[in-house]
């Protein structure tokens, strides 16, 4: 099989072999480390609650306790959660030939091929701003995950029509920049596979 020129850079994005070369986007150590103080505020804020008398005219001693330990056990989950992502070395996003490897939050860590994907775009939930990776056959990053993150990425398509999530707390950019980059590796890889096409065995 004979492989085509290089796209232009008027018609391809730039050099070919370049355009097609893996991106690597960061994690935002700093916002994850904002995260993870904000997490041991609530738990002391729960140890308080367990320990001492706070109780009130709205809240008994009973409830006060009940609150502060679902306190501690949610933010202490969620604390090191974020601690092992601080851990972790992998990046956010990576971006190749293949498609995005997601590794933004707990529990991903999917490849969703550039072929599987119908659209991407910026959503809100609950005031959060994210991307959403709207795909056309969603078992192919479910069998790529544990049953837990499986759950949990079925619960996120019921709310957004999608499991492929990526948070905006994530970056060390603007969510509008990751945005871009993604449609533009979409668009290069979808040219490369039209010129690909002329070039079969005969």
């Not at 004979?2 to 072999?17: A, D, H, M, Q, R």
């Not at 005219?57 to 989950?77: K, W």
């Not at 959660?81 to 997601?102: C, R």
């Amino acid at each position: 099989m004979t492989i085509p020129p290089p796209l232009s850079p008027t018609k391809g994005g730039g050099n070919f072999p370049l355009s097609l070369d893996e991106i690597i986007i960061k994690k935002s150590r700093w916002k994850q480390l904002l995260f993870l103080f904000g997490c041991l505020c609530f738990v002391i804020l729960g140890y308080i609650m367990i320990t001492k008398d706070v109780s009130s005219s709205r809240y008994t001693v009973e409830s006060a306790q009940f609150y502060g330990t679902i306190g501690i056990l949610f933010f202490g989950l969620v604390g090191l959660l974020i601690m092992y992502q601080l851990i972790n070395s992998k990046p956010a996003l990576k971006l190749d030939k293949n498609g995005i490897t997601n590794y933004s939050h707990f529990g991903s860590g999917y490849l969703a091929r550039w072929s599987n994907i119908k659209e991407v775009k910026i959503i809100t939930l609950q005031k959060q701003k994210m991307i959403a990776i709207y795909l056309k056959d969603e078992t192919e990053i479910f069998d790529q995950v544990n049953r837990i993150s499986r759950f949990l990425m079925k619960l996120n398509s019921k709310f957004t029509g999608t499991p492929a999530l990526i948070p905006s707390s994530t970056f060390t950019v603007k969510l509008e920049e990751v945005l871009q980059i993604i449609k533009e590796q979409k668009k290069i890889n979808r040219q490369y596979k039209q010129r690909l096409k002329p070039y079969k065995h005969e």
